[in-house]
């Protein structure tokens, strides 16, 4: 029989998931709201730091409010990592505002500083907001981001979706900008099957989150809009999971990292192969292990660990290099595209052994060219 298919990020249960759910079935509270959102809501604050936070649908929606919220509209500009997957920049569409795209440097591979604040001081029409993506679980250069954004007058949104639990100075990732969110997809480093997190210091905003997220309801006991809003809540029943998921946030980052160090470890003898890095003072989640090679087609060594049953995956293709874009604007200097074309994120499923990791690190191996 063939082995079990190994995935890049498979969902890894606590084991107290089902007995949350339960207590939610017995209360009856299985429509949004419920005393276990409540808790998710309390926890996510309570490990980042953020002063407020509203579970919802998911990470996509999160982003959605944040940009209502901070009154991005159409014709507004609105910066973003180029190097990022779609979910990063949906809503800007869905506000009708113009992306314009920022490219990665090489100490991160993720949005350059330089290349922002170079941006910002030529640009003709200063732009609203600008979304930074933490790309695979890894701290961008968050620091100096927010100070160019606050010198600039630009608001700053974080999409920490891939990097719960990545700090940047001790600080979490998500919560340096005006917003931040995570979400709990399937594949992410902790599940809700689908969710999501909004987080900012501003009680205000997530106030005014809570209002759109909720239909937009006037505070009165007959229904009362003066502005549309949406359905973006999370149901009780999800927030359950979500609560036992981060009882384990602290475990989930410390094997994802262990299995990057086994990757390192196996592979870094290769001189053809470099891993994205860390950059100081920052502890990455690891939640996907992504490399490039110098010579070898990353496409050979996807198929080859196919041959054993194992998912592997290119790097997000640059938001600038897809039709949907096209006419958008961007900023670039070819790092990103780089990246993309050798790269390759590696299965990191915390619940992989060692000797998985040897054996893909021998596929791979295998797979080289001379
Ligand atoms: C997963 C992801 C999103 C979207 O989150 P959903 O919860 O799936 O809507 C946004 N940005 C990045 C970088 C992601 O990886």
Not at 45 to 50: I, L, M, N, S, V
Not at 311 to 333: I, T, V
Not at 353 to 363: F, K, L
Request: charge should be negative; glycine fraction near 6%; include cysteine.
């Amino acid at each position: 029989m063939a082995k079990e298919r190994i995935f890049l990020s498979a969902p890894h249960m606590s084991g107290k998931e089902l007995s949350y759910i339960e207590k939610v079935f017995e209360s009856n509270y299985i429509a949004p709201l419920g005393e276990y959102v409540d808790k998710f809501e309390a926890s996510i604050k309570e490990y980042t730091g953020a002063k407020n936070a509203l579970a919802v649908s998911n990470g996509t929606a999160a982003l959605h409010l944040a940009l209502r919220i901070l009154g991005v509209n159409e014709g507004d500009d609105v910066l973003a990592s180029t190097f990022t997957f779609i979910g990063s920049v949906n809503a800007i569409l869905y506000q009708r505002a113009n992306p314009v795209f920022l490219d990665s440097d090489r100490a991160s591979w993720n949005l350059s500083p330089e290349l922002l604040n170079k941006y910002l001081l030529e640009c003709e029409k200063k732009p609203k907001a600008l979304i930074v993506t933490h790309l695979y679980g890894m701290s961008a250069d968050i620091e100096k981001i927010a100070d160019i954004c606050r010198v600039h007058g630009v608001y700053l949104i974080e999409d920490a979706a891939e990097s719960l639990g990545a700090t940047y100075k001790g600080r979490h990732t998500g919560t340096f900008g005006d917003f931040g969110i995570y979400s709990f997809n399937g594949n992410k480093i902790l599940t809700t099957s689908g969710g999501g997190m909004l987080v900012s210091d501003n009680e205000a905003y997530i106030k005014k989150a809570l209002f759109y997220a909720t239909q937009a309801k006037e505070p009165f006991i007959h229904y009362e809009h003066k502005e549309y809003g949406y359905n973006y809540r999370m149901s009780n029943v999800l927030a359950a999971i979500g609560v036992a998921q981060m009882e384990v946030i602290e475990e989930r980052v410390a094997k994802k990292r262990e299995i990057f160090s086994w990757y390192e470890e196996l592979l870094s003898e290769i001189e053809e192969i470099d891993f994205m890095p860390e950059l100081p003072h920052s502890r990455g989640n690891r939640w996907l292990t992504a490399l490039t090679f110098q010579k070898t087609d990353p496409l050979d060594v996807m198929q080859a660990l196919e041959s054993i049953n194992v998912e592997s995956r290119p790097l997000w293709k640059p938001m600038h290099m897809q039709e949907l874009f096209k006419g958008a604007r961007s900023y670039l200097d070819g790092t990103s595209e780089a990246l993309y074309k050798k790269g390759l994120c590696l299965a990191s499923s915390t619940t992989m052994s060692r000797d998985d990791v040897v054996a893909i690190c021998d596929t791979i191996k295998n797979a080289l060219v001379e």
